[in-house]
């Protein structure tokens, strides 16, 4: 979990809104011809001082322009493209509906403009629905997928700095019988406030992804096994003591198991994930609810 994340929710709003924008575009170039090709007083969307904060695009923007995603240069290039292309229009708007015409190079240019935000918009659409396509759509967390190339990420980082890395698989203790007594519905609810108590718990610069059913595959930079196991422990005793909500009128417990090994430069993941999963065996052995480590014993 990084501080640019973004969440499922946050990405599909942002796809959303900014194919809205370039259909708003689209739209207000047509009430922008009208004016300039009937001779009527241009339309207040066109002209107005404001015109590109009353947008749909501007007010989304300036409703959560503080949040960590407008921080991105590609946004402060749409912004700025956006608010110049309105101003441009007014001015040949007003002129275009008093004189007789429009000089061709100034048309050419907001032209110019409008292409450029649709591409610019248009871009950073395609980007965020790809990082959309990479999120487990019920958790929202990362896929087995892009785990792999970061996890090699992070080797290679280690290789390079010395500094130590431990990933852990979780298993939710007892999800069939979740399933088989309340149902489904209850199970997949059980699976996205498990996965939220995981992220609100771990460090910043940790890592949760969907392993598979009920798994998932955490990753702790500059951790050493027995670091990575205090972060856990902490996680897995919040979890034992937080009821979820099933419906109304009841509500469950449930525990986590935890198995830890140390991400190893020379070692492949496969080999490491698989230490991992012996680790987890050895927990749910013990009696579930507990974070242990690989050793060279288990074998």
């Known amino acids: 979990m990084t501080d640019s994340a973004l969440s499922r929710r946050q990405l599909e709003e942002t796809v959303r809104e900014l194919e809205a924008a370039m259909e708003e575009t689209r739209q207000w170039l047509a009430l922008f011809h009208r004016a300039l090709i009937c001779k009527t007083p241009p339309d207040p969307e066109v002209v107005t001082e404001d015109a590109h904060r009353m947008s749909r695009f501007g007010r989304w923007y300036s409703t959560n322009r503080d949040d960590d995603i407008f921080s991105q240069?590609?946004?402060?290039?749409?912004?700025?493209?956006?608010?110049?292309?309105?101003?441009?229009?007014a001015t040949?708007?007003?002129?275009?509906?008093?004189?007789?015409?429009?000089p061709t190079e100034e048309y050419d240019a907001l032209l110019h403009k409008i292409e450029s935000f649709n591409e610019q918009a248009g871009r950073m659409a395609r980007a965020f629905r790809a990082a959309l396509s990479d999120l487990d759509p019920l958790t929202g967390t990362n896929t087995r997928m892009t785990m792999e190339k970061e996890l090699l990420r992070e080797q290679q980082r280690m290789r390079r700095s010395?500094?130590?890395?431990?990933?852990?698989?979780?298993?939710?203790?007892?999800?069939?019988?979740v399933?088989?007594?309340?149902?489904?519905?209850?199970?997949?609810?059980?699976?996205?406030?498990?996965?939220r108590l995981i992220e609100d718990t771990l460090r910043p610069y940790d890592s949760i992804y969907r392993f598979g059913g009920e798994e998932f595959l955490i990753?702790?930079?500059d951790s050493g096994p027995e670091d990575a196991r205090r972060v856990l422990d902490r996680v897995r005793k919040l979890?034992?003591?937080?009821?979820?909500?099933?419906?109304?009128?009841?509500?469950?417990?449930?525990?986590?198991?935890?198995?830890?090994?140390?991400?190893?430069?020379?070692?492949?993941?496969?080999?490491?994930?698989?230490?991992?999963?012996?680790?987890?065996?050895?927990?749910?052995n013990n009696g579930r609810d507990q974070v242990v480590v690989w050793t060279a014993e288990l074998v």
């Open 162 to 177: 010395g500094r130590p890395c431990s990933i852990a698989i979780a298993d939710i203790d007892r999800f069939k019988s």
């Open 239 to 284: 979890i034992s003591e937080t009821p979820i909500a099933l419906d109304d009128a009841e509500s469950l417990l449930v525990t986590v198991s935890f198995g830890v090994a140390q991400l190893v430069p020379r070692r492949s993941l496969k080999e490491i994930t698989e230490r991992a999963d012996r680790a987890l065996y050895e927990a749910k």
């Open 219 to 221: 990753c702790l930079p």
């Open 92 to 102: 040949l708007a007003v002129r275009g509906w008093k004189d007789d015409s429009v």
């Open 179 to 195: 399933n088989d007594t309340y149902g489904h519905q209850a199970g997949d609810r059980v699976l996205s406030r498990i996965t």
């Open 73 to 89: 240069p590609a946004f402060a290039t749409l912004v700025s493209i956006h608010q110049g292309l309105y101003a441009h229009a």
